[in-house]
Nanobody
Framework: QVQLVESGGGLVQPGGSLRLSCAASGNIFSIYAMGWYRQAPGKQRELVAAITSGSSTNNADSVKGRFTISRDNAKNTVYLQMNSLKAEDTAVYYC?????????????????WGQGTQVTVSS
């Protein structure tokens, strides 16, 4: 019923930049918080940045001053601008959305995830 599709990952050199996008589609009624998580090999998934429907943001300490999360409510899209990338930022990045959608005559709440996009920082 609802799909999150990420884009923008890839290979970048240390110090470089990437911009991730995540578009939500389906019978969406409202999107509350949206966020980006990442999971490196052998590590647990961790929160990178989150943004509320009112655009209040919260960033992990490891990315403060380097990453910026933003959203376009009209497009149901969240972005992650990543600057000054480091090798330790290498991971699969996942988009997450707390949303309400319409299905089978009811409004339903869901915690939805994208399929993930690989970000590799290497020279």
């Amino acid at each position: 019923q609802v799909q999150l599709v990420e884009s923008g990952g890839g290979l970048v050199q240390p110090g470089g930049s990437l911009r991730l996008s995540c578009a939500a589609s389906g019978n969406i009624f409202s999107i509350y918080a949206m966020g980006w998580y990442r999971q490196a090999p052998g590590k647990q998934r961790e929160l990178v940045a989150a943004i509320t429907s009112g655009s209040s943001t919260n960033n992990a300490d490891s990315v403060k001053g380097r990453f910026t999360i933003s959203r376009d409510n009209a497009k149901n899209t969240v972005y992650l601008q990543m600057n000054s990338l480091k090798a330790e930022d290498t991971a699969v990045y996942y988009c997450n959305a707390d949303l309400q959608y319409y299905s089978g005559g009811y409004y339903r709440r869901a915690d939805s995830w994208g399929q993930g996009t690989q970000v590799t920082v290497s020279s």
